[in-house]
């Protein structure tokens, strides 16, 4: 029965089918051959033809072997290709936070970050979970500065109006019943040279997504993410990247109009 179950789960899933042809075709041909139904040519050639097949099929899983295997040398060598580990977003994000009980978040103005997760935000906060938020200082010289580093170097009043709606954002946040004093906002008098999502990164199943930022493209920024039991030394690179960073911003208050 577990032999019968595991074959309509690889038929329906398309898997292994020149295996199962094969073995059907070699039962057909025993069958034919012992009740003498067919001659001994049509038998033979039915045989040769059997065969062939098989052959192809181990042709091809040795194929896919030696593929893997030049895969697995060349991580071991450290050769591995950015098409591996780097990304252009961040895929699921919404489903990670939604789980999480620490959150703690770095952007430039975090504009599409908070569009994006405002409402698990708001749900994981009235849950009680932790949210910590820093971007940069929308007073000072920080706008002008993250304008001169992207493709619009002399609008910076670009950025002060998508800080403007961020900060709309995070003021409903920090406002969502039962979140009490559970959400903390920063503002960052530099602009961070990249982006940090850490989702309950004390804990072994943990997460870390970076995003390494653009300067003066528009192409999109480059994406990876961490894990505790596989990236060690980096993982806490990045963990410790956000307690300095987050240790550099001051707390938003009533000069940001937030009361």
């Not at 994406?223 to 307690?243: I, K, M, S």
């Amino acid at each position: 029965m577990r032999f019968l179950r595991r074959a309509v789960r690889d038929l329906s899933r398309g898997e292994n089918l020149e295996i199962y042809s094969t073995a059907l075709l070699s039962l057909a041909l025993a069958v034919l051959g012992a009740l003498d139904l067919v001659g001994d040519r049509t038998l033979a050639a039915a045989t040769l033809a059997t065969l062939t097949l098989l052959a192809g099929s181990l042709l091809g899983s040795r194929r896919q072997l030696t593929a893997l295997a030049d895969q697995v040398r060349a991580r071991v060598a450290g050769e591995v290709s950015a098409q591996d580990f780097l990304a252009h977003d961040k895929p699921g994000l919404v489903e990670q936070v939604h789980g999480a009980q620490d959150i703690r978040i770095v952007g430039v103005t975090l504009g599409r970050t908070l569009r994006n997760l405002i409402d698990e935000l708001q749900s994981r906060a009235a849950a009680g979970a932790t949210v910590r938020v820093a971007l940069i200082d929308p007073h000072g010289s920080t706008p002008e500065e993250a304008a001169r580093r992207s493709t619009m170097p002399d609008r910076p009043s670009v950025y002060a109006n998508r800080l403007r709606s961020s900060l709309d954002l995070l003021r409903e946040l920090v406002e969502t019943p039962g979140a009490d004093a559970r959400v903390e906002v920063r503002f960052l008098p530099f602009v961070p040279a990249f982006g940090l999502v850490l989702l309950d990164s004390r804990r072994p199943d943990g997460l870390i997504h970076v995003d390494i930022y653009s300067h003066s493209s528009a192409t999109g920024d480059a994406v990876f993410t961490l894990r505790p039991d596989r990236d060690g030394q980096w993982y806490e690179n990045f963990q410790a990247e956000f307690d300095r960073i987050w240790a550099y911003g001051r707390p938003a208050g009533p000069p940001d109009d937030w009361a």
